[in-house]
């Protein structure tokens, strides 16, 4: 693993966006919420300093008494050593005295005549001193006034209608945090508009557009909010719309569990499952678009939970799996239908409403990746493995057993991992893949079955994400990211593969002379990869597209 990455990515629909994010206010009542949402570790990280000061107490005490009375002596004789000789008589200074002379000491307290601006006679050595009635009247003063800098701000800070943002959760120098990217098609520029630090290596993120514990907005508006798991078994949630944020809005496991009185109890992570929060990694999240309040998890503790974004409790357990659960999908139609996959080489589709029914189980040849609904079709979903191959069953042929599951067809796209796949959610049938063998591979699903449209290698190392932008207006852009740490967005409208296979979905009549657009962030900073990795890409360069 090289010293940067991006371990996942997320759009945000346009028109989510506050178009003026606010900058984060810390007042009284936010150090309130932060106290009440951190009071477990609040509470420990008293108690342990308690315990040592009381250790230290202790220890001083034990003997203290002969050697404090030793010490105070000594220092009494240093006093009277160090103590200046005092002199009652004085010294008469004169004037005239040539060295003296030079200073004018008898015109020192007179007043120059030449000084602009008003006097300030209130103190009796200041009096040559000016001041100015405002600061632009004051040449040295450079500073623009606190309004003209609020405005600067709210200009930087704007976002139009016609951008996407995009969220990128990297992995630099052993520090991670949330990367929250503008993206401006129409003048090809992709820029960092602010970050979000995390508590440990990101794994999954899921937007939101459900206000949580957001202070003076009602429960149903509509809102910009971001869900993230990580290696802590505490999912995070935050608002996109204030900048510079020190806290999460709301922390949905055991860290955001308020315990007082008799009930508290010292804060140890237990590894053993149980109904109310995860106790290892969140591997992957789902929001459900229908029951905005409901938020689905899947942890390496081999549950499923559904949280209240309302309350920011468990609202039920579920366990379907016998290993790491790494992937969930919520169904477009039936709203309450989950899609979950696993370590355990099966994918489950459950009612939540149902949790002790028996639930339908297909199987795969190896780990579990990635899964999917079909967004044009709800009777169908995919399903991504360590090995590289993608199934695609339908949901009405249910199995006898997961060994006995029969695919509509499988294909083989990739030889190492298929670590990430999306389907374009505007233009049926146009689906990419994306795999550790750094290569990214765009398909065209026929009735006849899939066929390789253009396979890339970004120069971003192996991939980790591929998603396609969520509107219409952008339908053909797709960020790429991975362990190189960078984010790149490729117009695959430009490529002429991609216009030839879907020429009845594009906007314009398609042509040969178009240059192929790959937008980056500017001056990227991110450190390369290991050296291994470098000599793998010049290996592969003929298949490789350099940045416009």
Known sequence: MGDSMITTTAWVPRGFAAPFPSRYNFDEAEFERIAELAKLQLDDANEDLEEAQG????????????????IEEDEKEKKKDNAPVKSNETEDID????????????HYDDEEEDVHGQRMDMFGNIKSLAYYESNKEDPYITIPDEQDQEDEDREELQILATDNMLLAAKVEDELAHLEVYVYEDEADNLYVH???MLPAIPLCMEWLDYPVSKPGVEKDATANFVAIGTMDP???VWDLDTVDCMYPNAILGQGGNLQEGDKKKKRKKSKKANEEYHVDAVLSLAANRKHRNLLASASADKTVKLWDLNTAKCAKSYSYHTDKVCSLAWHAVESTVLLS???????????MRAPDAKTPRWGVESDVENIKW?????????VSTENGIIHYFDIRNIPSSPSASKAVWTLQAHDESLSSFDINPHIPGFIATGS?????????IQPSGPAMVVARNLDIGRIFSTNFAPDAEVAFRLAVAGSKGTMHVWDTSTNAAVRQAFAHKMATK???????RLIGVADDESSEDDNDEDEDDEEESGDSMDED
């Open 55 to 70: 250790r230290e107490a202790a220890d001083s005490t034990d003997g203290s008494a002969s050697d404090g009375a030793a």
């Open 510 to 516: 398609p042509t040969d002379n178009v240059e192929e």
């Open 234 to 236: 505490d999912i995070e």
């Open 95 to 106: 004037i005239n005295d040539p060295d003296l002379k030079e200073y004018d000491l008898e």
């Open 194 to 196: 602010h970050d979000i």
């Open 341 to 351: 996959g696993s370590y355990d080489r099966t994918i489950v589709a459950a009612d």
């Open 436 to 444: 550790t063998d750094k290569t990214v591979k765009l398909w065209n």
């Open 374 to 382: 079909d967004p044009h079709d709800p009777n169908f979903f995919y």
